[in-house]
């Protein structure tokens, strides 16, 4: 069977001449490393491009979670001025069941004489520094100076020293003493 079939040596297959797939990974590893460890410096050095604003202290919190407070004209008036009814784009398109007209209907309640009114806000006076106040409530710290809307929708009257220790006196005469 030998003389049927002579053993042919196998023919050696040419290897490329380029980088191997080892070598392509290893350089990716190196590649990315380098990066890691040099963005940071590239950060710190161009620290202009990508630094933090400073705060402006104005005074508008508008962040504040309070959900009794509103600031907002329509909500506070009770009905909208017609040229804000234009601009809000309301839907005329009427929805939903019609009221009955056979219940009377309560008379309005004005506003001083609403059956449960919040409960007044409770700050404390943490520091006092360049004019400006750092007072807390149960939602947060609030930085404050003369003019500042507190979350209650009162104003920062003054921040003066009396006796010794400080006090913010706000837009309803009420005091806030430091806690220390």
């Known amino acids: ?16 001449r380029g980088p191997s797939s080892d070598l392509i990974i290893a350089g990716a590893g190196v590649a990315l490393g380098l990066t ?31 959900s009794g407070v ?7 008036s009770g009905e909208p001025v017609a040229d804000d009814a234009l601009a809000m784009q309301f839907d005329l398109f009427p929805t939903g069941t019609l009221p009955d007209r056979s219940r ?13 009114p ?8 943490l520091h006092v520094a360049n004019g400006r106040a750092l007072i807390e409530d149960e939602d947060g710290l609030w930085v404050m100076r003369p003019g500042s809307r507190l979350p209650d929708s ?15 006196v ?3 005469d009420q005091t806030i003493e430091i806690t220390r």
Request: with cysteine; charged share 25%; net charge negative.
């Open 1 to 16: 069977m030998a003389a049927l079939f002579p053993a042919q040596p196998t023919p050696k297959i040419p290897r490329k």
């Open 36 to 66: 890691c460890a040099l963005f940071p410096w590239y950060i710190f050095i161009n620290q202009d491009e990508f630094g933090v604003t400073a705060l402006k202290f104005d005074g508008d919190n508008s962040t504040s979670s309070r």
């Open 70 to 76: 509103q600031h907002d004209a329509v909500v506070a």
């Open 104 to 116: 009377e209907r309560p008379e309005p309640v004005s506003v001083a004489e609403q059956p449960f």
């Open 118 to 125: 919040a409960s007044p806000a409770d700050f404390k006076l």
């Open 154 to 168: 009162s104003r920062v009257v003054s921040i003066e020293q009396r006796e010794g220790r400080w006090v913010v």
């Open 170 to 172: 706000n837009s309803l």
